[in-house]
């Protein structure tokens, strides 16, 4: 594990192993599914950091991984669909306090909610969005998904799919998301570390996930030939950089693309509260009537 994945322990507090987030539901998924690995490097990396269960919020919306909030014993919300990024959103803005993580799927986050993904982005949500990406419809039993590749046939798309799949770290970075990076589920230890540092990270994480389908659509032997990581002088600090190795890419590449520090939204909109004042109805009338 990585150095960002060791925490000085608090004096006194106890020491929280992988077990204590772990809730009484056992997961669902199919076996072999790639969210097993990603549902295990949550674990890792909650317990690395030592997060008291009661300061973390999971937020899914429909889909196979966003069963993840049943699996754990921290606080956790299963919205509808589409919706987690919004929902993160104002639990962020209520308590700032808290450890927030977005748990999704490509169909979650790229189709129906894509459309809350570049607001998060820009307004640099302080929350950690990880998206579990098997490029199908497992849920509803393999149709093609935002992120399938051209020509791939499916119940949806039994000639093939003719549309061009979304590209999610670029989706990422063109629209101001602050930390981006990509994991793969057969990789949990690496995974566990980009986790870690996208909780740490102040402002919206985002980590691309690679976590096959076992069932139908299995691309383990695909991904375990394309893999690889970044190159080690790698400037995670060159958007331009960033954006054209995502373009460009023939090889799938892991690890922290790009980080940058900018003020996260929870902070900014409370250098207002200097001007808060009680409101009152008939001024408010008067004024905009």
């Known amino acids: 594990m990585s150095d960002a994945a060791k925490v000085a322990h608090a004096p006194g507090a106890d020491v929280l192993t992988v077990k204590d987030y772990k809730s009484d539901d056992k997961p669902i998924w199919c076996p072999g599914c790639g969210d097993f690995g990603v549902l295990s490097a949550t674990y890792k990396a909650l317990a690395a950091l030592q997060l008291q269960r009661h300061e973390v919020v999971v937020v899914s919306g429909i889909g196979c991984s966003s ?4 699996f754990m014993s921290t606080f956790g919300l299963h919205g509808v669909h589409g919706r987690s990024l919004p929902i993160a959103t104002g639990m962020k803005l209520a308590n700032p306090d808290l450890t927030i ?3 999704g799927g490509d169909g979650d986050l790229m189709s129906i909610g894509a459309g809350h993904f570049p607001h998060a982005a820009a307004r640099n949500v302080d929350i950690t969005c990880v998206m579990m990406d098997n490029q199908t419809y497992g849920l509803t039993k393999a149709q093609s998904s935002p992120t399938s590749l051209m020509g791939h046939k499916s119940k949806s798309t039994p000639y ?3 549309s061009k799949p979304m590209a999610p770290v670029v989706f ?3 629209n ?3 930390f981006v990076a990509r994991g793969y589920s057969a990789r ?5 570390d980009l986790i870690v540092q996208g909780i740490q990270h102040s402002g919206f ?8 389908c076992a069932e139908f659509f299995n691309t383990y032997d695909y991904y375990d030939q394309h893999v690889v990581g970044l190159p080690p002088d790698w400037d995670r600090h060159d958007l331009k950089a960033a954006i054209d190795l995502a373009l460009t890419e023939e090889k799938v590449h892991l690890g922290l693309f790009y980080e940058e520090e900018r003020t996260a939204l ?7 509260e200097s001007e808060h004042k009680q409101f009152d109805l008939a001024t408010y009338l008067e004024r905009f009537s």
């Open 205 to 212: 994480s985002f980590i691309h996930v690679q976590s096959p």
């Open 176 to 178: 101001g998301a602050t």
């Open 188 to 192: 949990p230890s690496d995974l566990t």
């Open 266 to 272: 929870s902070t900014a909109v409370r250098e207002f």
């Open 67 to 70: 069963r993840t909030p049943y």
């Open 160 to 162: 093939g799919v003719v």
């Open 172 to 174: 990422a970075l063109t």
């Open 101 to 103: 993580l977005v748990m």
